[in-house]
């Protein structure tokens, strides 16, 4: 089954101590990218990838730090976490712009919720 | 940056009825998306419209597009509980000169539909 999976699920963690939340998807895609839902602010966009070793900042990417050194995965680093982390974080893949004919849209992970105390 | 703004943010409805979400954005699109959230769950794609198109459906939902008002309306025909969701627009763009393609989501429509 085509499909991104991130891991974990939900995790509560300290103030300060680093982490790394999981993405992975199994449809070769080249785009990868990074967001965070909040209540009243929709979905922001953290990072993104357009391929492998190809990265640049979205809208929110201060305290993030992300890596694409194989196409399948694209693992979101904090750090230091703070509290206004706390969010729920979504991972999603498409395939590279240009191949309109067959573009779908976006395919998103289940999301993390991540809680930092 | 924040694309879309969605109206209304919250929508209640009766099963059967329709219901209308519309999407305003502010810069020029390659295509644009809706999406379906249930409740603290993954997006769904649901359909996409592409910049020369006006109208697309699919299934019980029809997608509308005005790029010259730069605004778009979800249409969800004959609705049922199982549609109670949040309901997000998205806007496909291009990044400058990068050939980088950026989706950005407006806040959400949330629907609920009673039986």
């Known amino acids: 089954e085509a499909q991104v999976t991130q891991n974990p699920r939900y995790l509560i963690t300290v103030t300060g101590k680093k982490l790394t ?7 070769n895609h ?3 990218s ?3 839902q909040d209540p009243g602010l929709g979905l922001r966009q953290i990072y993104y990838s357009m391929n492998v070793e190809v990265t640049d900042k979205g809208d929110v990417p201060e305290g993030y730090k992300v890596s694409r ?6 693992p979101l680093i904090l750090e230091s976490p703070s509290p ?3 969010s729920l974080y979504f991972c999603a893949s498409r395939r590279r712009p240009g191949q309109p004919s067959d573009f779908r849209g976006y395919t998103f992970g289940s999301g993390t919720r991540l809680t930092v105390v | 940056s924040q694309q879309g703004e969605e109206d209304p943010q919250a929508l209640s409805i009766q099963e059967g009825e329709n219901a209308t979400m519309n999407c305003s954005y502010k810069t020029s699109i390659n295509n644009l998306q809706w999406y379906r959230q249930n409740s603290g769950r993954g997006l769904v794609h649901l359909i996409l419209i592409r910049s020369n198109e006006r109208e697309k459906h699919s299934g019980r939902l029809r997608v509308t597009l005005d790029t010259s008002k730069k605004s778009s309306s979800l249409l969800i025909t004959a609705s049922r509980a199982a549609d109670t969701a949040s309901y997000f627009c998205a806007t496909d763009a291009g990044v400058g000169n990068t050939g980088f393609q950026k989706l950005v989501f407006g806040t959400g429509t949330r629907l609920l539909v009673s039986p």
């Open chain 1, 21 to 27: 939340v999981t993405c992975s998807q199994n449809m």
């Open chain 1, 30 to 32: 080249e785009y990868m």
């Open chain 1, 34 to 36: 990074w967001y965070r």
């Open chain 1, 69 to 74: 050194k194989e196409k399948r995965n694209f």
């Open chain 1, 84 to 86: 206004n982390q706390t």
